[in-house]
């Protein structure tokens, strides 16, 4: 589920995130058990990632979740993440 950040793919959902955030593992799990196909963008191992981040979102929290239509949340709710993947879906 993870793909090297040069080789993002707009018509998947990206997440950038870290280990060491909270939020970041509480959104991964759900995109996990949910079964969604994304792309992780660890912000330890990428050097421009946290850049990336911030010039989608304008703020420096994490996690931010990028969706095919263009939008993002950042440090979505498990609520909000569902009910987007839900709305992703019925499309």
């Known amino acids: 589920m993870t793909s090297p ?22 959104s991964k799990r759900l995109l996990d ?3 969604v196909d ?5 912000l330890e191992t990428v050097a421009d990632g946290a850049d990336r981040a911030k010039a989608i979102s304008g703020r420096t929290q994490i996690p931010v979740v990028v969706f095919p239509d263009g939008t993002h949340f950042t440090e979505p ?15």
């Open 5 to 26: 950040a040069t080789d993002l793919n707009p018509a998947r959902v990206t997440m950038y995130g870290a280990e060491w955030c909270s939020d970041c593992r509480r």
């Open 33 to 35: 058990a949910r079964g």
């Open 38 to 42: 994304y792309d992780y963008v660890d």
């Open 77 to 91: 709710t498990d609520a909000e993440l569902s009910a987007k993947l839900d709305e992703a879906l019925a499309a």
